[in-house]
């Protein structure tokens, strides 16, 4: 998959910088030990990234989308002839976790961003959307 994304693609270069392995420990108390397999967190708040960069609302639509994409797939650690999670499976993790850790997440990619470069911190803005 990497020999078909380019070295200066968007989702290539968020990739090398976006470290989300602490998520492993953040989420392990939602999920359970028995049933079917859960999606990855670390896959999910990817995806969740991807919404928001595409202006994608619909669970839906980002998983049709992020399917045809090469640089999406490869930024998830997908392969080509690899399935995407049910969008139904979107929904219902995304109705797992507490606002709190997705506060920890936008707060740990916004001090990365920061780190790297990419955002000046001058002055931020958030708004919190109810």
Not at 31 to 37: D, F, K
Not at 92 to 97: I, Y
Request: aromatic share 12%.
């Amino acid at each position: 998959m990497s020999d078909h994304v380019p070295e200066s693609n968007f989702y290539r270069r968020l990739k090398s910088v976006l470290q989300l392995d602490f998520l492993y420990g953040d989420t392990k108390v939602y999920y359970g030990e028995s049933g079917q397999r859960s999606i990855d967190p670390v896959v999910f708040f990817k995806l969740c990234l991807v919404g928001y960069l595409e202006n994608i609302i619909s669970d839906r639509q980002l998983i049709a989308n992020s399917s045809m994409r090469m640089d999406i797939l490869y930024f998830l650690g997908y392969d080509i002839d690899e399935a995407l999670p049910w969008h139904s499976t979107i929904s219902r993790t995304r109705q797992l976790f507490p606002e709190t850790v997705f506060e920890k997440v936008f707060t740990h990619i916004l001090e990365m961003c920061i780190g790297k470069g990419m955002v000046k911190t001058e002055t931020v803005h958030c708004q919190k959307v109810v």
